[in-house]
Nanobody, 127 residues
């Protein structure tokens, strides 16, 4: 069973930046798409970004496009989410997950991922 260890969240003013990290403990991470998701209390968990195993293909939620950059380091079993120009609407708990299958694209992970989550890392953006 994989474990997701997210870190890097914190408090930041609007317009600031944060870089989140996600370490995944699973043997096949190097060939699986990794995705970032976020959730606000009372709302559904939302897909934010995905990246294929090779890093060639990425997918972003509309409001994240142009501001967030997802990347990965397979040697470290780690994925990252660099967030710039943060806005109060980005406030949420951010989680990562991986595709259930190998060699998937960067889109399918929004609904095809492992059925459990880590603790997430909280991001709070002040106005």
């Amino acid at each position: 069973q994989a474990q997701f260890i997210e870190s890097g969240g914190g408090l930041v003013q609007a317009g600031g930046s944060l870089k989140l990290s996600c370490t995944v403990t699973i043997a096949t991470i190097s060939k699986r798409t990794v995705g970032w998701f976020r959730q606000v209390p009372g709302k559904e968990r939302e897909f934010v970004a995905g990246i294929t195993w090779s890093g060639v293909m990425t997918t972003y939620e509309g409001s994240a496009e142009g501001r967030f950059t997802i990347s990965r380091d397979n040697d470290k079993n780690t994925a990252y989410l660099e967030m710039n120009s943060l806005q109060p609407e980005d406030t949420a708990v951010y989680y990562c997950n991986i595709d259930e299958k190998e060699y998937g694209n960067s889109y399918l992970i929004r609904n095809r991922h492992l059925g459990y989550w880590g603790q997430g890392t909280a991001v709070t953006v002040s106005g």
